[in-house]
């Protein structure tokens, strides 16, 4: 589902990311972990197709990120839900617009795109902040805001960067909670994060990075 080959890249001369290999078969649910710098955020854009590679090659479904051509990117995108690490929420739009949002822009029916944004801020414990707008939430809020808006399109593909870096713990265990019940769905969930006891004793594929290189992997 996901395969990367030798791949680097530089942001000038940071070097971000070198030589990964990595291969996730679809329906695996893995963690990337590795201290601040390390490359997690890179690795899950360069998955995303927001980020180019400076070498290397990225495979998604078979296809060549290289290669793609920019609708195929975007049908492919239909497919990945991502959340980002600072959140990106549009603060003029309400909870629900936000997540709503997610759904149009592919052509989504409305009354769809009703039921479904109705279901998605269900599932993270925001039914009765639908009519907020962003900036009046908890950053915990708004982090569930951001994991609605990326799961609301029943993804193939769920990348989350650092999902759970403003919760409590209770609060992190239900989200975990919630990344298993998408992964037993089916859907292939990577997860870049620090918090070691999101994934200590889970039993769930580690991959360590350091600098920018894959030095572990449990
Ligand atoms: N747009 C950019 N321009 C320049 N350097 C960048 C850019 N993005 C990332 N880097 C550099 O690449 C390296 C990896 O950054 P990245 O954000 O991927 O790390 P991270 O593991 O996600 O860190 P954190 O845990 O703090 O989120 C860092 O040295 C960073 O400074
Ligand atoms: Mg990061």
Do not use: C, W
């Amino acid at each position: 589902m996901i395969q990367l080959f030798h791949l680097f890249k530089d942001f000038g001369p940071n070097v971000a990311l070198r030589d990964i290999n990595l291969r996730i078969l679809k329906g695996e649910f893995v963690f990337v972990t590795g201290p601040s710098g390390a490359g997690k955020t890179t690795l899950l854009r360069l998955i995303f197709g927001s980020e180019r590679p400076t070498s290397g090659q990225i495979l998604i479904n078979a296809i060549n990120l290289n290669r793609i051509s920019r609708s195929n990117l975007d049908r492919l995108r239909r497919k990945v839900g991502f959340v980002f690490q600072d959140f990106k929420l549009l603060p003029q739009k309400t909870v629900f617009e936000n997540v709503a949002l997610s759904l149009e822009v592919i052509g989504e029916r409305r009354s769809f795109v009703r039921k479904k944004t109705h279901q998605s801020l269900r599932l993270v414990n925001l039914a009765e902040k639908e009519q907020a707008y962003p900036l009046s939430l908890s950053g915990g809020e708004q982090q569930r805001v951001a994991i609605a808006r990326a799961i609301v399109k029943d993804p193939l593909i769920l990348l989350a960067d650092e999902p759970t870096g403003n919760l409590d713990a209770d609060l992190t265990k239900d989200i975990f909670t919630l990344f298993r019940d998408i992964h037993q769905k089916g859907t292939t969930v990577v997860v870049a994060t620090h918090s070691q006891e999101l994934f200590e004793d889970s039993g769930q594929r580690t991959i360590v990075l350091k600098q920018g290189k894959i030095v572990e992997e449990k």
